[in-house]
């Protein structure tokens, strides 16, 4: 048995039908972890030995207590848990009509924060276990035309931040797990708006147009989803609460430690040129 299945054997995966979730999914049943994945469409998990699927719409909050009631139960408490499902709505805060952020909010920062308050109990009572927050480093390196993303990241990291503290000397650990760029299909699933306020032409919408062009050319250089399943795998192992980034040199190493050492308006004027919003 490898030392990851030694300590973690049932995991809950959302969010496991494509991308980080997947290679996360599968990383743990390579290491022998028997895994319940989710995805709005089960048809399109992986049919594999050790792996249940399970449908959950963050959507709904009747969805949310039953994935959690079906996983928890065929495991017979779970170990692990990791809150990866999510999508991007991109467009201008203003022009995009607000219902829309309010769902992404709900989706996938309140409805998020719920499988965590089913999970702690079980975890706690059993004195072991560990939640992983896949916030992202949109919360300390905000993206433009993308302000509900960069609100439910930087909330499940304040969390992840809280619920560390409150489960410090007991058996169960907390990752705020912060990827960059992967190489996945986020963009192609992106909700993007028409900006039916903005004529195409207008300064804002050429800013919004450039930003979509960078973010569209970094993930295509971006690294595999395999090497965050590889870096979580490394912190799982090592059993410690606290915030891992995941990504490029430069993403996840280099500009977290520059950043603190730059004033904030030039750092802020530096993305604003990098991402054309200038």
């Known amino acids: 048995m490898s030392k990851l299945a030694d300590r973690y054997q049932s995991a809950l995966v959302t969010g496991a039908s494509t991308g980080l979730g997947r290679a996360m999914a599968e990383m743990l049943l390579e290491e022998g972890v028997r895994v319940w994945g989710t995805a709005r469409e089960p048809a399109r998990l992986p049919v594999r030995t050790g792996f249940t699927a399970v449908a959950l719409d963050l959507d709904s909050d009747a969805s949310v207590s039953a994935a959690f009631a079906m996983a928890d139960r065929g495991a017979g408490g779970l170990d692990l848990l990791v809150n990866n499902a999510g999508y991007g709505l991109f467009g201008g805060f203003a022009e995009r009509d607000f219902a829309g952020w309010q769902r992404q909010l709900d ?63 007991t058996g169960i ?69 606290g915030t891992v980034r995941s990504g490029t040199f430069f993403q996840a190493r280099l500009a977290p430690l520059l950043a603190p050492l730059v004033p904030q308006r030039l750092r802020r004027a530096v993305a604003a040129r990098y991402f054309g919003c200038f």
């Not at 992106?190 to 979509?212: D, G, I």
């Open 107 to 169: 989706a996938m920062l309140v409805r998020t924060l719920r499988l965590s308050h089913l999970a702690l109990p079980g975890m706690l009572a059993r004195n072991r276990g560990a939640v992983v927050n896949v916030s992202s480093l949109a919360a300390e390196f905000p993206l433009p035309f993308m302000s509900g993303y960069n609100v439910v990241k930087s909330g499940l990291a304040a969390f992840s931040e809280s619920l560390m503290m409150e489960v410090a000397k």
């Open 173 to 241: 650990i907390v990752i705020d797990f912060r990827p960059g760029d992967y190489r996945t299909g986020f963009n192609q699933t992106m909700q993007t708006a028409s900006e039916k306020h903005l004529a195409p032409e207008l300064p804002r919408a050429v800013r919004q147009q450039r930003a979509w062009t960078v973010l569209e050319a970094n993930l295509r250089t971006a690294p595999p989803p395999a090497r965050a399943a590889a870096d979580l795998r490394r912190a799982l192992v090592r059993h410690r609460s």
